[in-house]
């Protein structure tokens, strides 16, 4: 039976030890060592110091595991190599805690910076062209009009109890990120409203400069817009009324909700800022160019072209796609109708630049035709290929074609 050494054999150690005591002048058998067995014999014909640091680095070795004496070839697993696998797997672990702990924190950052961005816009853009902006603000932006209260004690009265009701019913995560965004919109209101910023703020009576301001406060808030929906978050009001709706009733158009409300803030406006009607086309500037700027932001940086070539050669259009546009593609077997020939079907989707590219690849080739169409975003991996024409993720492959 082999020997293996490990942490076991600390014990071994241990006894070796108190061999050495024994053999000591004055230790545990007093001055006088007890006569032992012939075992014991050959020990006391050792060293006493020296045995005890044979016994020392012995114990060393065992503590430390991983060395040891092993008969008929066996292997027995390194508990080093074990404990060393199992710190890697820790600090991986370790490592995407605190990646996704950064984003989560980054993620709140990012929200009440737009925030801020937002009050700023309310303070230079809005309230100097006394004009209500669209949804739940815009009734806010009325009653400080006529009370003199400020928006963001409005904001925060008329949002906590609907993202109360949105925390409940629709995601915690997604009310607790709105909520981030309205507090920090409503703190930064307060805080601006004490700070005298007419030399900077655009206010202009009449004319056709009338409508830069709310032009530039629908860009700006649109683009605020984008960043929450990327974030997953919202402005509240109508937004979390409109969850709400949403997971209740999905079949049904939260459209029409929003637009009654923001038709019913321009028409209000009307009435609240002296019967004038520049205050209505102003309203309806702002939400139309807010509206518009929001949905092109999301989607920015992921809308492409789609591709459904009909060729007799995917195999060459396939090799052309990886390493002329480094992209990749899915090819499937398809029967022509009137013919009834078999051919081939190449779908790829392209960045909106590469199109042309792609047209003139698609040209080489004879009897060979595709169909394009505006992809309005993409989702998953839709990533380029390396430059050396590896896959760094496939792209529409649905599992019944093949992939290059």
């Not at 700023?120 to 902006?133: R, W």
Request: proline share 3%.
């Amino acid at each position: 039976m082999g020997l293996v050494v490990n942490h076991h054999y600390t014990v071994l150690s241990s006894v070796m030890q108190v061999f050495c005591l024994r053999n000591r002048p004055g230790t545990l058998n007093g001055p006088h060592p007890i006569p032992t067995r012939k075992t014991g014999a050959r020990f006391n014909r050792l060293s006493a110091d020296k045995f005890a640091a044979c016994a020392i680095i012995f114990s060393l070795l065992t503590r430390r595991g991983g060395y040891g004496i092993v008969d008929n070839q066996s292997e027995v697993p390194s508990r080093r190599g074990d404990g060393r696998q199992k710190y890697i797997d820790k600090t991986r672990k370790r490592n995407v805690n605190r990646w996704e702990t950064f984003k989560k924190v980054w993620t709140y950052f990012v929200i009440a910076g737009v925030a801020c961005l937002s009050a700023m816009n309310y303070e230079l853009f809005i309230f100097p062209n006394q004009f209500a902006p669209s949804g739940i603000n815009g009734v806010c932006t009325m009653i400080q009009y006529l009370t003199g209260v400020s928006v963001g004690y409005l904001s925060l009265l008329v949002n906590i109890p609907l993202a109360i009701w949105c925390y409940l019913e629709v995601s915690r995560a997604v009310a607790v990120r709105s909520m981030v965004y309205v507090v920090t919109f409503s703190l930064a209101l307060l805080v601006l409203d004490r700070i005298d910023l007419s030399v900077i703020a655009y206010a202009t009576d009449s004319g056709t400069s009338r409508i830069l301001g709310p032009l530039v406060a629908g860009i700006i808030m649109g683009f605020c817009y984008g960043v929450l929906i990327k974030a997953s978050a919202y402005t509240g009001g109508t937004d979390f009324v409109s969850a709400v709706v949403h997971k209740h009733h999905p079949g049904k158009s939260v459209f029409a909700l929003s637009f009654a409300i923001n038709a019913m803030v321009a028409v209000a406006s009307f009435f609240v800022y002296d019967y004038k009607m520049e205050p209505v086309i102003l309203c309806i500037l702002y939400g139309f160019t807010s509206t518009t700027v929001g949905e092109r932001f999301q989607k920015s940086g992921r809308s492409a072209m789609r591709f459904e070539i009909v060729t007799d050669y995917p195999d060459e259009i396939c090799g052309d796609i990886i390493h002329l546009l480094h992209h990749s593609a899915t090819r499937f077997k398809a029967v022509g109708a009137y013919t009834g020939k078999e051919t081939w079907i190449v779908m790829c989707v392209v960045n909106t630049t590469q199109a042309a590219a792609l047209a003139a690849v698609i040209e080489k080739y004879p009897h060979t035709f595709a169909m394009m169409s505006q992809v309005g975003s993409v989702m998953g991996n839709f990533k380029k290929l390396s430059e050396k024409g590896t896959p760094v993720a496939h792209i529409l492959d649905d599992g019944d074609g093949k992939t290059v």
